[in-house]
């Protein structure tokens, strides 16, 4: 069960945080109407949106099913009525799900290409993920400190996996500006960078006691460890695009590579968290 459930973690973090991310920088990216690469982004947030419904309601059912002890308490619905009603990820999920519910339904309605829309409720949709898993561990102020640092953390993730997965989309259009598209999307890269980093060290000093966990090749720590190693990488890619951005018309083929291999790194990034989210914290005597 544990494993279904860092699995069902994984897809559902993964498809929130590129639906927000692609929708903030889609306006940033590209100036005006491109018909063909809108018509794509359209259809692909039908399916995002729908996997993370689908993938939310199986994560209710997993937790269920942990709580309860059993997985015939996933199909009892005395039981799925008790988790959703009377704990506190039940009382937040039942937000999480309908505000899914509400983006899915816009998306096949005259008002789907609202942005303000869009973008709201995508954005809501992302910040009910933060009181999920080790942002719910504390209580009082300290655990809204934590819930909102959560909340900007996963923005600034959301905002560069979304965004890289906008870039590899703008990639494949003909006669894309490569130039002025790099550099709006590396000019508030900077920022992102720097709230994930700053975030996530605080995450890792409420949570462990410690501003990096030890033993280092152990359980949490390992898993923390190789997550960091991902985020280096993609750091290390999106400098290297940087620094060769005058010369990327006559590289584009190797920048596709570059930008789907830091994407991909992201992906792995996520699964990394999936899986921390169900590890007990190593809490420093």
């Known amino acids: 069960m544990t494993e279904a459930l860092v699995l069902c973690r994984f897809l559902h973090f993964t498809v929130v945080l590129m639906l927000f991310g692609a929708w903030l920088f889609r306006p940033w990216l590209l100036k005006g109407e491109t018909p063909e690469l809108d018509r794509h982004l359209a259809q692909l947030a039908r399916w995002l949106t729908a996997i993370a419904l689908v993938s939310g309601v199986v994560w209710a059912l997993l937790i269920t099913a942990s709580m309860a002890g059993s997985a015939a308490a996933a199909f009892d619905p005395d039981t799925i009525g008790v988790v ?10 039942r937000w999480h799900l309908l505000i899914n519910g509400l983006l899915l339904a816009l998306l096949f309605t005259p008002w789907r290409s609202s942005t303000p829309l869009r973008l709201g409720l995508s954005a809501l ?82 949570l462990t006691g410690q501003w990096w966990p030890t033993p280092l090749f152990s359980g949490f720590a390992l898993i923390l460890l190789i997550k960091a190693f991902l985020v280096l990488g993609m750091l290390g890619l999106a400098l290297l695009n940087r620094l060769r951005i005058k010369d990327c018309e006559q590289r584009t083929e190797a920048l596709k590579r570059s930008v789907m291999l830091e994407w991909l790194l992201g992906i792995g990034a996520v699964a990394a968290v999936s899986l921390l989210g169900t590890l007990p914290p190593m809490i420093a005597a």
């Open 84 to 93: 959703l009603g009377n704990t506190f990820f039940g009382q937040v999920w």
């Open 125 to 206: 949709l992302l910040a009910t993920l933060a009181p999920v898993g080790h942002g719910a561990m504390l209580d009082g102020f300290s655990g809204q400190m934590l819930i909102l640092n959560q909340v900007i953390h996963l923005t600034c993730v959301g905002a560069w996996l979304g965004g890289l997965l906008m870039l590899v989309m703008i990639l494949r259009q003909p006669n894309a500006p490569l130039r002025t598209v790099l550099q709006r999307f590396s000019g508030i890269g900077y920022v992102l960078v720097a709230g994930l980093l700053l975030t996530g060290l605080i995450n890792v000093r409420v």
